[in-house]
């Protein structure tokens, strides 16, 4: 069973930073994409920033700049390091993982996984 655990989420001034961690476990062959979603109170849940296994990145237009992903092959884990962070950040930030399992019987399969989120606050 593939588990997403995420960490590093809090309560932040304007300005200040935050670094998020995701780390997934559990069956994993492979893992290609990884990334981070947000969803604000009222509003619905947007990409914040994806990277492949190849490194590529995509950032949203409103943290492209600010924040940065980057990941750990060996440790299958995604990091999101934000700076400069404004109210307007202030989500539930998911983590994502695209990961190739293998299950006996089964064989091989592509899923899209999901973390159970942490919340990051920034006062103004």
């Known amino acids: 069973q593939v588990q997403l655990q995420e960490s590093g989420g809090g309560l932040v001034q304007a300005g200040g930073s935050l670094r998020l961690s995701c780390a997934a476990s559990?069956?994993?062959?492979?893992?290609?994409?990884m990334g981070w979603y947000r969803q604000a109170p009222g509003k619905q849940r947007e990409l914040v920033a994806t990277?492949?296994?190849?490194?590529?990145?995509n950032y949203a237009d409103s943290v492209r700049g600010r924040f940065t992903i980057s990941r750990d092959g060996a440790k299958n884990t995604v990091y999101l390091q934000m700076n400069s962070l404004k109210p307007e950040d202030t989500a539930v930030y998911y983590c994502?993982?695209?990961?190739?399992?293998?299950?006996?019987?089964?064989?091989?399969?592509?899923?899209?996984?999901w973390g159970q989120g942490t919340q990051v606050t920034v006062s103004s």
């Open positions: 994502t993982a695209a990961a190739l399992i293998y299950k006996s019987g089964s064989g091989y399969s592509l899923n899209d996984y």
């Open positions: 990277i492949t296994s190849g490194t590529s990145t």
């Open positions: 559990g069956g994993i062959f492979s893992i290609n994409a």
